[in-house]
């Protein structure tokens, strides 16, 4: 988009904003600062105050109060005049990067991001080195730096405190064959995988995987595909996030697949949303972008309205509550498909928490970087999930999966955490022991 | 500790952590809700934790000759937050804990910083409400609603803020702090001086604690949503309904602009070329009283020939509200302007003031839709425009000018609920007179003599006295 095309845009967005402050009552980052810098309206005005030449685009302040956002969109479900605040926080910060450039430690994970082989090999040798940083914590299945490195990483978010998902030696794409074909297949899908479940939850990859091939889905699952570009795109690369997104269109093409599935609530946005915003103009690969964008579901969507997933028998003996990711709900609107999964499960017991739909604090990097802000809005969450009685915290996204596991051990919690297709694959593989059971009696 | 700044010597009060003085800080303090009114960035913002603390802010802006902005959430709809001469605001973010719900009393006890759907919350497992409901419970504190009288949809059955308020603690422009009413439902000691400080719109003291009424929610309810050809059908319904000897909770009134508005923004299923519209709700403790007193309102509005849907469920009371709630939504998306105005009438002269909102619309060429609250005369004539045409805003302003004039022709006044801020403030003598003028300016000199709390709002200067200019 042209300069000018962007400014009017911008400004059209602004004006949409009545100041009336709705936006206050459902912002995290506001909830836990109480400064009206913190909040949707504030970060308006300072937009206003930049464009009107009252404030700078290379005042650290400004930089830093225009970054201390989740994106979380939890404003856009509360604005009476519908401002797209993602879209004015995406703008702001593509000016403060095209004005400033990315910092240089930005720059190099961000490259490495857009490159696949350097990414991956990068992956790997933390996984095999992680024993030297981390130590294990058994409870958990989790790690949690060793004191040495938690001292040196205390300011990044990295204290002895935090618990972290281990990477895993062998990502979910080196586990799984390219095609998992299906007998009598009812359908062929694409899986898009994201960066989480690759190298952090290879195995609620495979729980996905597993659930598919119960519904007699043939998958594919890309091996060129790369990051969906969110977590560039949210710092203002949106070079990055233009490149990426062009890469994994081209992965997708040749599957043969009808859709693509995600299990992230940001992957699934990028498909959804994001790839079409970035490649608007695009000659060639815009009408790809709506192509996909229409033919994309998260995987719970894809099981409850497209495919009508078979209920499963196998009783998993737990008490649940859900977390709503706000890029699934707020973006994907994805919030009744997951919970009725979750009561189809025999002998799973649901207890709903207060504000399910409440920001865990994750906001990708935004918990290393504000670790303040987002230890309070993660201690509410917490709290909540843990007043439910739950054994168990279920959610849609792995981005808060990593912030729950941390944020449960950190405020005192002993809920596990799981993804609710993990949850619904155990389900099915209780149902196959109980039958292998039964077969062996008879 | 030998920070003589502002900044230093606040922090020494509230501590470093809870003052705020860079720029990029202050713009997001520099307005409210309000449209069309002036921007200004306060010097510093305070955050105290405590009245004592809020003693010594008041103490030391007055040592310095520095105005004192008070500031909830910035809601107000009539520039009543705006720092309009820089200086201090001073937020009641971090005084936001409810200290009492006595149900046995039927009160509750707050800080300012709470916010008015928290207080309800608290009161919701005792069985009680807090009535006064203004469109933005979910953000307003309690302190700024007190200051402001908010009013919204039950003012009619339920009344305003003002009828709720029995008691507060109030620091002075002196440093004084004063405590005066309580929980007894009677009491005559000394001045009346919650009415005084309810609407003073923080120009009088700095209110750090508020003891409210609270009542029993009512147990059952009935919604109906009725359209009207005519304006005057809907009116005489309104008229209808209180001569049948029926207060409804809610009496909602749009007009045709609005109603054509809405169902193009939101797809609610309202007639196009309806004149006007009615959301009607009737409550209370009895179940054969709500209906009785909702067959009451259905004979009337057919009486009238009014089209009526009545909600069966809280999902259709839910739709029949949507219509309600997007007015001012749907209005907003029309331009990047929202003058909302909130002029009040007697009851009976409803429908003769949306008949004059309108033509005031067309003679100034101006997109004006009107909607409010009917039952108690209570409207919002709201003129959606573009704030960098000069000439379309300088026929807002005149189209402004006129709504009071009309309002105040009918036996009406300025502002319902919205208060008189810096919005209003050049049209009060129209209404009070200069003997009014001269009132308001007595209790401000006697109260603040050097003009330290919330200047240049409500009271118009006699002469420049303010503090620190």
């Given at each position: 988009m042209p300069a000018s095309e962007r400014e009017a845009a911008l400004q059209s967005e602004l004006d949409k904003c009545m100041h009336c402050g709705m936006c206050m009552a459902v912002c995290p980052v506001y909830a836990t600062e109480?400064?009206?810098?913190?909040v949707a309206r504030g970060k308006i005005g300072i937009a206003e105050a930049v464009i009107s030449g009252d404030l700078a685009l290379d005042d650290q302040e400004v930089i830093d109060t225009l970054f201390n956002c989740l994106v979380c969109k939890s404003c856009m479900q509360a604005c009476p005049s519908g401002v797209q605040f993602d879209r004015i926080m995406l703008e702001m910060r593509a000016q403060i990067v095209e004005k400033n450039g990315l910092p240089w430690l930005k720059s190099a994970i961000f490259g490495a991001l857009s490159r696949p082989a350097v990414l991956d090999g990068a992956m790997k040798a933390g996984a095999a080195l992680q024993g030297l940083v981390f130590r294990d914590d058994p409870r958990y299945r989790a790690i949690s730096p060793r004191s040495p490195f938690a001292f040196i990483g205390k300011r990044a978010g990295f204290d002895s405190d935090r618990l972290f998902p281990p990477p895993a030696t062998h990502p979910l794409r080196d586990r799984v064959p390219e095609v998992l074909p299906a007998p009598q297949a009812r359908m062929r899908v694409a899986f898009f995988t994201g960066c989480s479940f690759n190298y952090f939850y290879p195995e609620t990859g495979i729980d996905l995987l597993a659930v598919l091939a119960e519904n007699q889905v043939e998958v594919i699952v890309p091996k060129d595909q790369q990051c969906c570009g969110t977590p560039v795109l949210v710092h203002g690369d949106a070079a990055t996030a233009r490149t990426l997104a062009r890469n994994n269109i081209d992965a997708m093409e040749g599957t043969n697949a009808q859709y693509i599935i995600t299990g992230c609530g940001s992957c699934g946005s990028a498909w959804r949303h994001q790839f079409q915003q970035l490649l608007?103009?695009?000659?060639?690969?815009g009408e790809r972008a709506a192509y996909w964008g229409a033919h994309t579901y998260d995987v719970s969507t894809f099981l409850t309205d497209v495919l009508k997933f078979r209920v499963p028998r196998g009783r998993v003996e737990a008490v649940v509550t859900y977390h709503d990711s706000c890029h699934l709900k707020k973006s994907m609107k994805v919030f009744r498909e997951p919970r009725e999964i979750l009561r189809a499960i025999p002998g799973l017991i649901f207890n709903e928490m207060s504000?399910?739909?409440?920001?865990?604090?994750?906001?990708g990097s935004y918990s290393l970087t504000h670790i303040a802000t987002s230890s309070d809005i993660a201690r509410r969450k917490a709290e909540d999930a843990a007043a439910t009685g739950a054994s168990t915290v279920a959610t849609g996204c792995p981005a808060c999966m990593m912030q729950l596991l941390d944020s449960t051990h950190r405020f005192g919690r002993t809920q596990r955490i799981r993804h609710y297709i993990s949850l619904l694959a155990e389900s099915y593989r209780v149902e196959r022991e109980d039958e292998g059971k039964n077969d062996g009696a008879l | 500790m030998s920070d003589t700044s502002l900044a230093g010597r606040l922090a020494a009060i509230v501590g470093a952590g809870h003052v705020l003085t860079h720029k990029v800080d202050l713009v997001a303090y520099s307005y409210d809700a309000t449209a069309d009114v002036p921007r200004q960035i306060p010097d510093a913002v305070v955050m105290p934790a405590n009245t004592d603390e809020i003693c010594k802010i008041v103490n030391l802006a007055r040592a310095r000759g520095i105005p004192i902005y008070p500031r909830g959430a910035g809601t107000n709809l009539s520039g009543g937050a705006i720092p309009l001469h820089r200086g201090i605001v001073l937020s009641f973010q971090r005084m936001n804990r409810i200290l009492e719900v006595d149900a046995e009393n039927l009160t509750a006890t707050v800080q300012p910083g709470v916010v008015i759907q928290e207080l309800n919350n608290a009161a919701a497992p005792h069985g009680l409400i807090y009535p006064p409901d203004p469109g933005t419970v979910n953000t307003a504190t309690m302190g700024g609603s007190v200051a402001e009288n908010s009013g919204g949809l039950r003012g009619l059955k339920y009344g305003v803020t003002k009828h709720y308020v029995m008691g507060m603690e109030v620091v002075l422009a002196n440093g004084d702090k004063v405590r005066f009413g309580g929980k007894t439902v009677k009491n005559v000691t000394a001045y009346d001086f919650s009415s005084l400080f309810v609407g003073s719109e923080g120009t009088l003291g700095i209110i750090t604690k508020i003891t409210v009424k609270l009542i029993p929610a009512p147990k059952f309810r009935r919604t109906m949503l009725a359209t009207y050809q005519t304006i005057e059908d809907a009116g005489n319904t309104v008229a209808g309904i209180i001569r049948a000897q029926v207060i409804p909770a809610t009496l909602e009134i749009l007009d045709r602009k609005t109603i054509e508005t809405v169902e193009a923004y939101a797809h609610v299923g309202l007639p196009t070329g309806a004149e006007a519209l009615l959301l009607i709700e009737v409550d209370g403790m009895a179940e054969a009283v709500v209906l009785a007193e909702a067959e009451a309102v259905i004979k009337t509005v057919a009486e009238n020939r009014g089209v009526l849907r009545l909600a069966k469920s809280d999902a259709e009371r839910d739709q029949l509200w949507a219509a309600r709630r997007a007015a001012l939504p749907a209005l907003a998306s029309l331009n990047n302007t929202v003058v909302l105005e909130d002029a009040t009438v007697p009851r009976s002269r409803i429908t003769e003031m949306l008949v004059a909102c309108a033509a005031i619309g067309r003679k100034y060429n101006l997109v004006l839709g009107t909607f409010g609250h009917a039952g108690d005369g209570n409207l919002h004539p709201t003129i959606l425009a573009d704030k960098n045409d000069a000439d379309e805003m300088s026929r807002v302003h005149q189209a402004v000018e006129e709504i009071f004039e009309t309002a105040l022709r009918f036996?009406?006044?300025?502002?319902?609920?919205?208060?008189?801020?810096?919005?209003k403030m050049k049209f009060l003598g129209s209404e009070i007179g200069e003997s009014g003028l001269n009132l308001m300016r007595s209790i401000k000199d006697a109260l603040d003599p050097t003009h330290l709390l919330n200047p240049g709002k409500l009271v118009p200067d006699r002469e420049a006295v303010h503090a620190g200019i």
């Open positions: 109480k400064s009206e810098a913190a608007g103009g695009d000659p060639v690969y504000k399910p739909d409440a920001c865990c604090g994750s906001g | 036996g009406g006044t300025l502002s319902g609920e919205h208060g008189i801020g810096i919005a």
